[in-house]
């Protein structure tokens, strides 16, 4: 299963530790939601996922501030019971009181604090823990952002996508990553593609060996991660096959349940992969804009068509 550990997520997020005495070092995350407890503290128990990381606002101080002490207790004693709950963030700099963070150290639950509104820390941990905890494959080739889209070239071993990386490098397009993508599915309709921390930034290439993409061409040549929109499968030229010249219709590739345009390229000595990454890059984006190339041809060739049968007609 899938986890990040909590010392991750304070380092991360800036979070200030309140309860230091409690060992954190195996305590998990593995749920990418998070729960602010106001109706728990109220008594409510049903449907109460304990796993997710426990968010304390603004209402749910108030609420515990007008509490009587026995009533602290008894709230308290309640929510910080399960074994399962990772810990509990106060936003806004509040503080807990004594009580509350009595009743944490003796269950062991982790009490931190952020500087960040309620609703800011809790649109950035959501959105950082799905990309964290999100379902994640690995698959062999090679991702660039080429003018913002994301373009994963796949292909079979020696084919030459790291070298059309190179190119597109050179051309001032950004590498994410070289032999091995991590594809995570952080939705329904997005794929986020990274590099293994081993081959962070390098390309290797056949007959040079390993190049540090950062080193030679500088910071502005890599991306940590971007979402893949196109893929592009590189293959052998084969002259018995027929090979989409129009692309009237989208062909699709999946991976994890999402599906993603995929365009095959044949190989032949002398094609220029990366201005054919490039061209299939901004043709992507005009679709995505409203434009679509092949189907403004398309409608050409039949208003062509109508015309000289209207000729055809009146020269009878």
């Known amino acids: 299963m899938a986890y990040v550990a909590l010392e991750t997520v304070i380092d991360k997020m800036k979070l200030e530790n309140l309860t230091p005495d409690i060992d954190i070092s195996k305590i998990k995350i593995t749920q990418p939601d998070i729960n602010r407890p106001a109706i728990q503290i109220a008594g409510y ?50 503080m807990p009181d004594d009580v509350f963070l009595e009743i944490a150290n003796k269950h062991k639950v982790p009490v931190l604090m952020t500087k960040k509104s309620t609703s800011d820390f809790m649109a950035e941990i959501i959105r950082w823990l799905k990309v964290k905890l999100a379902p994640c494959i690995v698959v062999h080739g090679v991702l660039v952002d080429v003018y913002g889209e994301g373009v994963l070239i796949t292909g079979e071993s020696g084919i030459g996508k790291s070298e059309a990386a190179l190119e597109l490098i050179k051309r001032g397009h950004r590498l994410v990553s070289d032999d091995a993508v991590e594809i995570r599915k952080v939705s329904d309709d997005t794929l986020i593609g990274s590099a293994p921390d081993v081959t962070k930034h390098f ?89 679509n190339a092949a189907q403004e041809f398309y409608k050409r060739i039949q208003e062509n068509f109508a015309k000289k049968r209207e000729e055809d007609e009146k020269n009878g």
Request: proline share 2%; glycine share 6%.
């Open 45 to 94: 128990y049903e449907h109460y996922d304990a796993a997710r990381l426990q968010i304390i606002g603004f209402v749910e101080y108030t609420y515990m501030e007008n509490l009587s002490k026995k009533e602290k207790r008894e709230a308290y004693e309640k929510l910080l019971s399960f074994e399962e709950t990772p810990a509990v963030v106060y936003c806004r700099e509040l």
């Open 203 to 291: 390309i290797e290439l056949r007959g040079i060996g390993i190049v540090d993409v950062k080193t030679l061409f500088g910071v502005s040549s890599v991306k940590d991660t971007q979402s893949i929109d196109l893929v592009i499968r590189l293959e052998e030229w084969n002259r018995d096959k027929e090979y989409d010249r129009l692309g009237l219709e989208e062909q699709y590739t999946e991976y994890l349940g999402n599906k993603v345009v995929c365009h095959n390229i044949p190989i032949r000595p002398g094609r220029n992969l990366a201005i054919i990454c490039e061209s299939a890059a901004v043709n992507y984006r005009q679709k995505k804009m409203g434009y």
